[in-house]
């Protein structure tokens, strides 16, 4: 019924952490100066910023977010009048859709998380291995 909530409400927590990240990231990344050569500098380059993979996140879940509301609407849960959610019209079904969103609602952003942490470690491998190849080729 509104399950959609849980992984919307997630996402416009991850964009706005996101986008102050990538603010503070790119004022440090003024601030400092990185070595011309060696690993150091190769490791810097290599990297990909946490503000770009927290936006990984915040997409994977707003994608999520879209097509579930678009499931709902589909299936009348969500209405162009207010209160916007069928089931807040009786106290009955409003009690079944706040449960429906502590359930499903939270397993399915949970399941999304786990899903963008598995892709941050292959992620972080593909860099290492990239990286330990660059400093192969100049040795």
């Not at 290599?46 to 915040?58: D, G, P, Q, V």
């Not at 879940?61 to 009348?76: D, N, P, Q, R, T």
């Not at 807040?88 to 949970?110: K, N, Q, R, S």
Request: net charge neutral; aromatic share 8%.
């Amino acid at each position: 019924m509104a399950c959609f909530l849980v992984p919307t409400a997630e996402a416009i927590v991850t964009t706005v952490a996101a986008k102050v990240l990538e603010k503070k990231e790119s004022e440090n990344k003024l601030k400092l100066t990185a070595p011309t050569t060696g690993a150091k500098a190769l490791e810097t380059e290599e990297k990909t910023a946490f503000s770009r993979k927290l936006m990984w996140l915040s997409y994977m879940l707003w994608g999520g977010a879209v097509l579930l509301m678009f499931e709902h609407v589909w299936h009348g849960e969500v209405v162009a009048w207010f209160p916007f959610l069928a089931a807040m019209a009786d106290p009955a079904d409003t009690a079944e859709m706040l449960h429906e969103m502590a359930t499903a609602g939270v397993l399915m952003a949970v399941l999304v998380t786990a899903v963008w942490a598995v892709m941050l470690v292959v992620t972080s491998a593909i860099e290492k291995r990239a990286a330990k190849s660059q400093l192969q080729k100049q040795n």
